[in-house]
């Protein structure tokens, strides 16, 4: 999962974003209404988290754009995280788009929690993913391939936590550069095949991720 930060104060972000990346997300950051939109206008973000005090505009006018603004990539879940905690300013939120409404100082795994919720919106699958022999807890950070527990790197667990949440998606390079690398990542997709070359050891055989040739790699055993 590929998550924006909207974020002014630089202390903040930073310790939101190492937290995050340690829960294995890719995170960017943005300080400013300018910067949230260059993000927005080449990145489509899984969840944006946005800050409504920003130092050149109100972040809530940029949340109400994402629905119309044909130069936004509108993420697929929007969270404001902000310090104005009235209930007209929660319900202000809520209307103009955002999906959930965090207020702070807040708990950070509580923020954790809420993106892993929003996470699982809209899909059939609770905390626990499940493909075949494959079991992952999204809360424990934990995979199993049967009875046997993987030791993923972050990297390789956020991978398979993309593939697990899209069985039978076919998924190019650089759709896995988008959503498990952030901005700093290296813009070759030599990285993806490695972390993915990893992975595929590591779970082991009969191989579950299947590659799709000049087209990307699918979760789901070859065909007999």
Not at 21 to 27: G, I, T
Not at 114 to 131: E, Q, V, Y
């Amino acid at each position: 999962m590929r998550i924006l930060i909207v974020e002014d104060d630089p202390d903040l972000a930073e310790l939101v974003a190492l937290g995050l990346r340690n829960e294995s997300y890719a995170v960017d950051l943005a300080a400013t209404c300018q910067e949230a939109e260059e993000a927005l206008g080449t990145t489509a973000y899984d969840v944006a988290c946005f800050d409504l005090s920003l130092p050149d505009g109100d972040g809530l006018d940029l949340v109400r754009r994402l629905g119309r603004d044909p130069g936004l990539h509108r993420p697929r879940r929007t969270l404001v995280l902000t310090a104005r905690d009235a209930v007209a300013d929660r319900v202000a939120g809520l209307d103009a788009g955002a999906d959930d409404y965090l207020v702070k100082p807040f708990h950070f795994t509580e923020l954790v929690a809420r993106l892993r919720a929003l996470g699982r919106r809209g899909d059939d699958h609770g905390s626990i993913l499940r493909f075949g022999e494959l079991t992952l807890d999204l809360t424990a950070h934990r995979v199993w391939r049967s009875d046997v527990e993987l030791a993923l790197t972050s990297r390789e667990y956020a991978m398979l936590r993309y593939f697990m949440q899209r069985p039978g998606a076919t998924l190019s390079a650089e759709d896995l550069l988008e959503h498990v690398w952030d901005a700093h990542a290296n813009p070759f997709t030599a990285s993806v095949r490695v972390i993915l070359s990893r992975l595929r050891r590591k779970l082991g055989d009969p191989p579950l991720i299947v590659t799709i040739t000049n087209v990307g790699y699918r979760l789901g055993r070859p065909p007999s």
